[in-house]
């Protein structure tokens, strides 16, 4: 840690008076919300992840080359162009001060013209490679929510307008479904909302090239601007569960089918009118070439931090590492597949998929 006084203390720090008044006047997003830096700086009803941007900044600065990290990531947190790299580095953020809290040495990797990772990080029993994947909805998505902000936006997966006049008042409403993994192709026999979403989540970062074979690899995958900040909330950790039981039937949890399912296993969502098959392995299933040399993902949600270890890797988490990653901040154990004893991921995913084999009928 160094010893040199910080001079950003604040996440505000990072921005110029002009830039900060920038964010603060802008308009709405095409969206209709507003730009993802706005809520950590100015927001006066912080969210979660809000505060942990907030808390990280101060954390990462004390660090030796930390502020030069925050400088170089400051332009990103004020693009307007595209907001998506806004949100990408914020969740970078969260994720530098979140393995810090966890107790782990974190070394940045110098970015460079190829891909690479975003750290090095280690708690005592060897590095691990971290690289950090902020989720965003499909792009048909984002024209669609334009198009509702808009007064007069249509798109052909339709929106349906009302106006109603109370006194001097005139109320406009606008109703859409929002399919952040992508609408389902109705003349498809793979498509579905969830398995969009299970889709979406199994091809996460799919080149995994720039991961080094010979240690363990983490990838945190943040979904807290999944949809847009209130769709993104919406996104519960029990969709790391194998099945979710809803009102009207069992539903697939999105994250476990995308790493733990297997080429057709039945994909449940209410009110489905035909069973769904999966029409590939889960992240963690695939074999030979396609093998994942992810050691693990850690799920980021709002409130929730949930691992899912690779039962299959080459390179398991280490001990040590494994334990720091459940003082991740808002870790959610009861969520969380992890070899606390050698063995356990693996025999919990067996009796997972028998779970949902069983109810297969």
């Known amino acids: 840690m160094s010893t040199t006084p910080a001079t950003i203390a604040t996440f505000p720090d990072l921005f110029t008076p002009a830039e900060s008044k920038a964010l603060a006047d802008a308009p709405l997003q095409p969206s209709g919300t507003r730009h993802p830096t706005w809520f950590p700086l100015h927001s006066h009803e912080p969210r979660v992840i809000d505060m942990l941007v907030r808390e990280a900044v101060p954390r990462i600065a004390l660090e030796a080359g930390g502020e030069v990290w925050l400088?170089?990531?400051?332009?990103?947190?004020?693009?307007?162009?595209?907001?998506?790299?806004?949100?990408?580095?914020?969740?970078?953020?969260?994720?530098?001060?979140?393995l810090l809290e966890a107790g782990f040495n974190v070394a940045p990797i110098p970015r460079t013209s190829s891909a690479t990772p975003d750290f090095t990080v280690d708690v005592g029993d060897g590095p691990v490679t971290v690289e950090v994947f902020s989720k965003h909805q499909d792009e048909v998505q984002d024209a669609l929510m334009a198009a509702v902000a808009s007064p007069d936006g249509e798109h052909e997966l339709g929106i349906e307008r009302s106006s109603a006049t109370h006194?001097?008042?005139?109320?406009?409403?606008?109703?859409t479904v929002l399919t952040p993994g992508g609408h389902p192709d109705p003349d498809s026999k793979w498509d579905s909302v969830q398995a969009n979403l299970i889709s979406k989540v199994c091809s996460m970062k799919r080149d995994e090239t720039q991961v080094d074979p010979e240690r363990p690899c983490v990838l945190i995958?943040?979904?807290?601007?999944?949809?847009g900040p209130n769709v993104a909330a919406l996104l519960e950790p029990r969709q790391t569960a194998p099945l979710i039981s809803g009102h009207h039937g069992l539903c697939s949890g999105a994250m476990w089918y995308g790493v733990y399912g297997w080429r057709d296993a039945r994909i449940f969502e209410e009110l489905l009118p035909d069973p769904l098959r999966m029409g590939h392995d889960g992240?963690?299933?695939?074999?030979?070439k396609k093998k994942s040399r992810l050691s693990a993902i850690l799920f980021i949600f709002h409130g929730a931090a949930v691992l899912l270890e690779n039962p299959w890797a080459d390179k398991p988490l280490t001990p040590l590492t494994r334990l720091a990653f459940g003082r991740y901040p808002w870790f959610d154990l009861v969520h969380s597949v992890?070899?606390?004893?050698?063995?356990?991921?693996?025999?919990?995913?067996?009796?997972?998929?028998r779970m949902v084999e069983a109810f297969d009928v």
């Open 283 to 288: 992240r963690f299933r695939l074999a030979g």
């Open 221 to 227: 995958a943040d979904f807290c601007h999944f949809g």
């Open 338 to 353: 992890a070899d606390w004893h050698p063995g356990d991921a693996l025999a919990l995913v067996a009796l997972q998929r």
């Open 71 to 98: 400088r170089d990531l400051a332009p990103r947190l004020s693009d307007f162009a595209d907001d998506r790299n806004a949100s990408s580095s914020l969740a970078e953020i969260r994720a530098y001060g979140g």
């Open 167 to 175: 006194g001097n008042r005139r109320v406009s409403t606008a109703i």
